[in-house]
């Protein structure tokens, strides 16, 4: 337990000591939110959806908390150039409870961000359908983070080093934020999108936090809770069997 | 203590270490010597459980490394020829994660960390991020951090490599004192054979993955009629210079460095 919790705080601190890398990485959700959260309003309006920047606000946290989580786990490309890796991996803790108290220390730090973006997007004049919804959300805002950090720390464990981390931002971590129905509504789409939407796991993320933050979404949020549960416990496996893999 | 046989790894059709075997006596120094890339550091990876040998037997404390991993690891210590400390964090969070780790109660790690970093001069700096701290006193820190939990077996791979020579005496003094009061079995390897000879009760030889020679520095010189340990050692192994290629790791570190303008 105590391996899990020096680990979980390592990721905590290295977090809050990159201050120049929290503000670089609110840069872009802040573009999605302002921008097309301003810009795509008039049309969407127009189309009788209601007003935009309420309904991708809760896209843009979720694509936040997907990118950190994400990038979280990939920091073991990081951990294993620099070495750090290598005193975990020698030490005398399992495999197990290493990924698991980085996978928790990443997914903490990307509700962290969440919270952050959620803060912002009040700012820009987002506003809940209760402020009660917030804590709601936040509960999917830690799914999500769990989901992608095992996701993130499976991939970390896969790759020797950053040149496939272009590969992995173009077609698996873009792909994944863009079919999540973070920016459009998932009703109404034709049959090969609609497929493919119900495929990633974000999209229940998204939607959960639709239903509590807006009180709309396209899915029951019981089975967005399962959905994400499941998922998240076939990556926690997953990212556990990559890691204890790992050879140096 | 540690017990090897007919040890092979490959990696494709390179063959790095080619059926070594050799015994440590409990208690025992023992130094592993031989040029850059004869095989020394890929023996130690798989003492260490970090890889997996391709065939042949390795017994510490008479477990099997690939069986019993985490009993292996309560059993040894180990500081790495390259870095494994976390620039983000300072020295005293660096000892307290590797405690942590080791399962070393609380006020012995304390207690112990103070002595060490004191030891190894780095306690005024204790609170400072690891980045900021000079090469010699990144691998000071890094050797501290060995010390910090008491290993039935030590692994020192080339542990004085950048340090300047009071920091290797320290080092190396350090060694012999935990070697015999506590009875640690050391296994290290060095470039510098002055150091194999001073410290070392056994010394192997190894060369393209073949252990050319093994006993005490006496026997070795005696067997290539030499005396000292230097020229022992280009008499077993020539006196052409190897190189390593350089590794992924060694490649992304390079990147790296351009990127944070050399602060790692």
């Given at each position: 337990?105590?391996?899990?919790?020096?680990?979980?705080?390592?990721?905590?601190?290295?977090?809050?000591?990159?201050?120049a890398?929290?503000?670089?990485?609110?840069?872009?959700?802040?573009?999605?939110?302002?921008?097309?959260?301003?810009?795509?309003?008039?049309?969407?309006?127009?189309?009788?959806?209601?007003?935009?920047?309420?309904?991708?606000?809760?896209?843009?946290?979720?694509?936040?908390?997907?990118?950190?989580?994400?990038?979280?786990?990939?920091?073991?490309?990081?951990?294993?150039?620099?070495?750090?890796?290598?005193e975990?991996?020698?030490?005398?803790?399992?495999?197990?409870?290493?990924?698991?108290?980085?996978?928790?220390?990443?997914?903490?730090?990307?509700?962290?961000?969440?919270?952050?973006?959620?803060?912002?997007?009040?700012?820009?004049?987002?506003?809940?359908?209760?402020?009660?919804?917030?804590?709601?959300?936040?509960?999917?805002?830690?799914?999500i983070?769990?989901?992608f950090?095992?996701?993130?720390?499976?991939?970390?464990?896969?790759?020797?080093?950053?040149?496939?981390?272009?590969?992995?931002?173009?077609?698996?971590?873009?792909?994944?934020?863009?079919?999540?129905?973070?920016?459009?509504?998932?009703?109404?789409?034709?049959?090969?999108?609609?497929?493919?939407?119900?495929?990633?796991?974000?999209?229940?993320?998204?939607?959960?936090?639709?239903?509590?933050?807006?009180?709309?979404?396209?899915?029951?949020?019981?089975?967005?809770?399962?959905?994400?549960?499941?998922?998240?416990s076939?990556?926690?496996?997953?990212?556990?069997?990559?890691?204890?893999?790992?050879?140096? | 203590?540690?017990?090897?046989?007919n040890?092979v790894?490959?990696?494709?059709?390179?063959?790095?270490?080619?059926?070594?075997?050799?015994?440590?006596?409990?208690?025992?120094?023992?130094?592993?010597?031989?040029?850059?890339?004869?095989?020394?550091?890929?023996?130690?990876?798989?003492l260490?459980?970090?890889?997996?040998p391709?065939?042949?037997?390795?017994?510490?404390?008479?477990?099997?490394?690939?069986?019993?991993?985490?009993?292996?690891?309560?059993?040894?210590?180990?500081?790495?020829?390259?870095?494994?400390?976390?620039?983000?964090?300072?020295?005293?969070?660096?000892?307290?994660?590797?405690?942590v780790?080791?399962?070393?109660p609380?006020k012995?790690?304390?207690?112990?960390?103070?002595?060490?970093?004191?030891?190894?001069?780095?306690?005024?700096?204790?609170?400072?991020?690891v980045?900021?701290?000079?090469?010699?006193?990144?691998?000071?820190?890094?050797?501290?951090?060995?010390?910090l939990?008491?290993?039935?077996?030590?692994?020192?791979?080339?542990?004085?490599?950048?340090?300047?020579?009071?920091?290797?005496?320290?080092l190396?003094?350090?060694?012999?004192?935990?070697?015999?009061?506590?009875?640690?079995?050391?296994?290290?390897?060095?470039?510098?054979?002055?150091?194999?000879?001073?410290?070392a009760?056994?010394?192997?030889?190894?060369?393209?993955?073949?252990?050319?020679?093994?006993?005490?520095?006496?026997?070795?010189?005696?067997?290539?009629?030499?005396?000292?340990?230097?020229?022992?050692?280009?008499?077993?192994?020539?006196?052409?210079?190897?190189?390593?290629?350089?590794?992924?790791?060694?490649?992304?570190?390079?990147f790296?460095?351009?990127?944070?303008?050399?602060?790692?």
């Amino acid at each position: 337990m105590s391996a899990i919790y020096i680990l979980w705080l390592r990721e905590l601190k290295r977090y809050v000591r990159s201050r120049a890398q929290i503000v670089a990485s609110l840069g872009q959700p802040l573009l999605y939110l302002l921008v097309l959260g301003f810009g795509l309003s008039p049309v969407f309006k127009r189309a009788g959806m209601g007003n935009y920047l309420q309904f991708v606000a809760p896209g843009v946290i979720g694509m936040s908390v997907l990118f950190s989580s994400i990038f979280s786990g990939l920091g073991l490309l990081w951990d294993r150039q620099f070495g750090f890796l290598k005193e975990t991996l020698v030490a005398p803790v399992s495999r197990l409870q290493i990924m698991v108290g980085r996978t928790l220390g990443g997914a903490t730090v990307a509700v962290i961000q969440g919270l952050l973006v959620t803060t912002i997007s009040i700012f820009a004049g987002f506003r809940p359908a209760h402020f009660i919804a917030i804590p709601l959300a936040l509960g999917f805002m830690v799914a999500i983070a769990i989901v992608f950090a095992a996701l993130g720390v499976a991939i970390g464990s896969s790759l020797q080093d950053m040149q496939g981390f272009q590969l992995i931002m173009n077609f698996l971590v873009m792909p994944i934020y863009f079919l999540s129905g973070a920016m459009f509504p998932l009703a109404g789409l034709g049959p090969v999108l609609t497929f493919i939407t119900r495929l990633d796991p974000l999209s229940y993320g998204i939607d959960g936090m639709r239903s509590m933050l807006l009180a709309q979404s396209a899915f029951d949020p019981r089975i967005d809770i399962l959905v994400l549960a499941c998922v998240g416990s076939v990556f926690i496996v997953f990212g556990a069997y990559r890691f204890s893999k790992i050879e140096i | 203590m540690i017990r090897v046989q007919n040890l092979v790894k490959s990696f494709g059709s390179f063959t790095a270490v080619n059926d070594v075997s050799f015994d440590v006596a409990e208690g025992e120094i023992f130094a592993f010597l031989g040029p850059n890339g004869a095989g020394k550091t890929t023996t130690i990876k798989m003492l260490t459980t970090l890889l997996k040998p391709t065939s042949g037997s390795i017994q510490l404390d008479g477990l099997d490394p690939l069986t019993h991993q985490n009993e292996v690891r309560k059993r040894f210590g180990i500081v790495f020829q390259d870095p494994s400390l976390d620039g983000d964090l300072t020295a005293s969070e660096n000892m307290e994660i590797h405690g942590v780790l080791y399962h070393v109660p609380s006020k012995i790690r304390r207690q112990r960390s103070e002595e060490l970093l004191k030891l190894f001069e780095l306690w005024d700096r204790r609170k400072d991020q690891v980045k900021k701290f000079s090469g010699g006193m990144k691998r000071r820190l890094e050797i501290a951090r060995g010390f910090l939990h008491t290993p039935k077996i030590l692994f020192l791979d080339e542990p004085t490599l950048g340090l300047d020579p009071q920091s290797r005496n320290q080092l190396w003094s350090h060694v012999k004192r935990v070697n015999e009061s506590e009875r640690v079995t050391v296994f290290l390897t060095t470039h510098y054979m002055d150091e194999a000879d001073r410290v070392a009760h056994r010394i192997g030889v190894i060369d393209h993955g073949m252990l050319v020679a093994q006993g005490t520095p006496k026997q070795i010189k005696e067997q290539t009629g030499t005396e000292n340990l230097e020229e022992a050692f280009l008499a077993l192994t020539g006196s052409t210079i190897r190189d390593e290629g350089a590794n992924a790791a060694d490649q992304m570190r390079q990147f790296a460095k351009m990127w944070s303008g050399g602060k790692r």
